[in-house]
C-alpha cells in the first residue's frame, strides 16, 4: 500500500538555509529542495567590520535582515579554528568507549578537564578484518557552542544544528561534482584565518590536515599594511585582488607570488603526508585538486597549482547543479566563497 504521507513529504518544496560565520565574513544561502533539484532562493554576505569576537553579531543580524526571514531556522559551521581534527585508528569497541578514546587522543591539544571536550567522528574505514576502526576525530570545546549557541539566540535564529566546515565542504562537493568510485580529491579550502587539506573519496572525508599559518589574512596584510584596528582597509585591499584581476600592479603580483610559493610547498607537504600513510600493497593516489574558500578566488591559482604540482586542478563551484525559482542559471563569482554554507543548507540524508 502506498504511503501518501511519505511521498508527500518526499515530493513537498523544502527550505533550508545554511550560514557560514567566518573569521572575515558572514555568508548564508537560502535553498529550496523540490524532489532532487535545488533553488537558490536568496544568498547573502556582509564582511565583518573588526575582529570576529566583536563583530560576528552585527555582520549575522545584517544579513538575516537582508534575507528578509523572520525567525529562521539554520544550520551554523562551527569554524576550522575551533575544531580538533585528526586522523585516528582504534580497535573496535562499544560506542562509548570509542567516545573516549577519541577525547584521550585530543588530551595534548585541550587545556583543563577533557569532559570540557565535545567529540563526534566520520568513519573512513573498517581494517585488520573488520577488527579495527579508521576514522577522522573531531573535538570542540563545549564553551565554544555554548557561545555559538548564544549568538545564534542573540540574533533571534533558530539553531538547526551545528556542524564543522569539513562536513558542510563534503556535502557541498558531493552535490556539485559527485564522487567517481576509487577516486580521490584533494580539497584545499583557503580562508581568512585558517586553511584545511581535505582528502574526499567513495563520499567519506579520508585525511585532514590544517595548513599552518597560511591564510588570506596574511596576504591581505601585505597588501594594505595599515595599523590592527584598521581591519575594513586591509580586507577591502584583498576583495579588490579576487574580484577585480584586471589591471593588478607588478607590485602585488610579486605579492601573490610569494604567497603561491609558500602555498605551494605546503600543499605539496600536505600530499606527501597523506601518500605516506600508504604502503607498498595499497598505495594512496590523488587524482584532482579543488580548491574553495575565498583563496579559489586569487588570480590564476588553479592554474598555477596545476602547473607546479602536476594535478589537475580547478575550482569548487557549489551552485553548479542549482537553479533559481525562475529557472535559470545561478552565477556568482564569489560563488567559491559559499560552499560552507551551500553544504550546511543541502537537506541531509
Known amino acids: 500500500m502506498i504511503d501518501l504521507r511519505t511521498v508527500w513529504q518526499q515530493l513537498r518544496p523544502r527550505q533550508t538555509i545554511g550560514c557560514d560565520c567566518g573569521a572575515a565574513a558572514v555568508k548564508m ?6 524532489g532532487e533539484q535545488s533553488y537558490l532562493l536568496r544568498s547573502a554576505a556582509q564582511t565583518l567590520e573588526g575582529p570576529e569576537d ?7 543580524r545584517a544579513v538575516v535582515h537582508e534575507l528578509g526571514i523572520r525567525r ?3 544550520a551554523l559551521n562551527v ?3 575551533h575544531v580538533l581534527m585528526e ?3 582504534f580497535a573496535k569497541m562499544p560506542e562509548r568507549d570509542l567516545q573516549l578514546a577519541i577525547r584521550w587522543h585530543f588530551r595534548k591539544e585541550i587545556e583543563g578537564a577533557l569532559e570540557r571536550l565535545r567529540v563526534t567522528y566520520s568513519t573512513v574505514a573498517a581494517v585488520d578484518g573488520g577488527k579495527r576502526r579508521l576514522l577522522i576525530g573531531y573535538g570542540v570545546d563545549r564553551r565554544y557552542l555554548e557561545q555559538r549557541t548564544a549568538l545564534a539566540k542573540r540574533v533571534g535564529i533558530h539553531l538547526a544544528t551545528l556542524e564543522p566546515n569539513a562536513t558542510a565542504l563534503l556535502a557541498a562537493f558531493a552535490h556539485s561534482r559527485g564522487f567517481v568510485p576509487n577516486q580521490t580529491t584533494a580539497v584545499i579550502d583557503v580562508g581568512d584565518q585558517s586553511s584545511m587539506f581535505l582528502i574526499f573519496a567513495n563520499a567519506t572525508i579520508r585525511f585532514v590536515r590544517r595548513m599552518p599559518d597560511l591564510y588570506l589574512d596574511q596576504l591581505a596584510t601585505r597588501l594594505q599594511p595599515t595599523p590592527d584596528d584598521a581591519i575594513p582597509q586591509r580586507r577591502k585591499a584583498l576583495h579588490n585582488v579576487l574580484m ?4 593588478i600592479a607588478e607590485e602585488t603580483w610579486q605579492m601573490l607570488r610569494d604567497f603561491y610559493s609558500t602555498w605551494l610547498v605546503e600543499v605539496q607537504r600536505s600530499i606527501d603526508t597523506y601518500l605516506a600513510l600508504g604502503s607498498e600493497q595499497q598505495p594512496l593516489t590523488v587524482d584532482n585538486l579543488v580548491l574553495t574558500g575565498g583563496g579559489a578566488l586569487l588570480p590564476d591559482i588553479a592554474e598555477i597549482a596545476h602547473k607546479n604540482l602536476g594535478i589537475p586542478c580547478e575550482t569548487l563551484d557549489p551552485f553548479l547543479h542549482m537553479i533559481t525559482p525562475d529557472g535559470g542559471r545561478v552565477t556568482l563569482r564569489d560563488g567559491p566563497l559559499y560552499a560552507c554554507a551551500v ?5 541531509q540524508g
Open 29 to 34: 544561502v537560502h535553498l529550496e529542495q523540490r
Open 54 to 60: 566583536v563583530a560576528a553579531e552585527a555582520a549575522l
Open 72 to 74: 529562521p531556522r539554520v
Open 79 to 81: 569554524g576550522d579554528r
Open 87 to 89: 586522523r585516528m585508528e
Open 244 to 247: 577585480h584581476r584586471e589591471g
Open 343 to 347: 553544504g550546511l543548507a543541502l537537506p
